[in-house]
């Protein structure tokens, strides 16, 4: 079925395509957010990736492949997004319900905590490359094992264990240069 609907799908068929979104858009949004870290440059990714996947639908070779060949398109539309960036993203805070059952005092300290905390693991995790967030985001929030992720990112899985091994330490090493 679902091959069937590539296939119509790389042949023109536009209500196809948009079944193919409709069953992905939520995951690839999710993915460019995490890469990005703003909302907004999440949208525009997204736009951007299934954009760029009906019109490059003929450079699709094996049907069976779809959600690494488009992986990797979104993975392009987040670097290009970096590129672009200028603004600066705006971070939304929840503060504590009164039936949280905290006093206003210590529910401000830990409201202070874990935004603290939260700011020192997104500058920390905005230090990295694109890469190296990349095959965070697809193995620790997406829990996408190894091979997958090979196949996202068209590289072979020994490649893909030690970029993640790699992107670990870039962050284990950016988490201590925010915490001083």
Not at 110 to 117: G, Q, V, W
Request: aromatic share 4%.
């Amino acid at each position: 079925m679902e091959r069937a609907l590539v296939e119509r799908a790389r042949s023109g068929d536009r209500a196809a395509f948009d079944a193919l979104v409709r069953r992905r858009i939520d995951a690839v949004y999710r993915t460019s957010l995490a890469i990005l870290g703003d909302q907004a440059d999440a949208a525009d990714a997204t736009q951007e990736s299934f954009v760029s996947a009906w019109y490059h639908r003929d450079a699709l070779r094996d049907p069976d492949s779809f959600d690494a060949w488009l992986g990797r398109i979104n993975l392009n539309a987040c670097r290009a997004q970096l590129r672009r960036r200028s603004r600066t993203a705006v971070r939304e805070l929840r503060l504590p319900e009164p039936e949280d059952g905290l006093e206003p005092a210590s529910a401000e300290r830990a409201l202070d905590d874990t935004t603290a905390a939260a700011d020192v693991f997104d500058r920390a995790f905005a230090r990295l490359s694109v890469d190296d967030r990349a095959v965070l985001v697809l193995h620790h929030l997406q829990e996408r094992p190894v091979a997958e992720i090979a196949a996202v990112l068209g590289a072979p899985e020994g490649t893909i264990k030690s970029r993640l091994h790699r992107a670990r330490a870039a962050l284990e090493s950016a988490l201590a240069k925010e915490s001083r």
